[in-house]
């Protein structure tokens, strides 16, 4: 079981960019799927972006696609999403998480995960 830490959210104007980092422990990172989530006030949790143990696939949300890149540095424990071009409606608490098989994908069930982070808030200023 991997353990996840979320770091590098903030505040940020239209346009801006941010990177967030999570932070895994546990020696079988490498072998995990990796995915970001994100939780707007009153609104369900959502699928942002997901890369395989590998870092050669990745999947998107079409809202975020092209503005948003995930990667992983497996040597460093660390997944990252760049976010550039952000928008208010990215205003969120984003979500780390890990799957020990398959992949992480906008039709993955949430409840098919295996670890979560605590969140890391994002906010847009218009």
């Known amino acids: 079981q991997v353990q996840l830490v979320e770091s590098g959210g903030g505040l940020v104007q239209t346009g801006g960019s941010l990177r967030l980092s999570c932070a895994a422990s546990?020696?079988?990172?490498?072998?995990?799927?990796m995915g970001w989530f994100r939780q707007a006030p009153g609104k369900e949790r959502e699928f942002v972006a997901g890369?395989?143990?590998?870092?050669?696939?990745?999947y998107y949300a079409d809202s975020v696609k092209g503005r948003f890149t995930i990667s992983r540095d497996n040597a460093k424990n660390t997944v990252y999403l760049q976010m550039n071009s952000l928008k208010p409606e990215d205003t969120a608490v984003y979500y780390c998480?890990?799957?020990?098989?398959?992949?992480?994908?906008?039709?993955?069930?949430?409840?098919?995960?295996?670890?979560w982070g605590q969140g890391t808030l994002v906010t847009v200023s218009s």
């Open positions: 546990g020696r079988t990172f490498s072998s995990y799927a």
């Open positions: 998480a890990a799957r020990s098989s398959g992949a992480i994908a906008a039709v993955t069930p949430q409840d098919a995960l295996d670890a």
């Open positions: 890369i395989r143990w590998s870092g050669r696939s990745t």
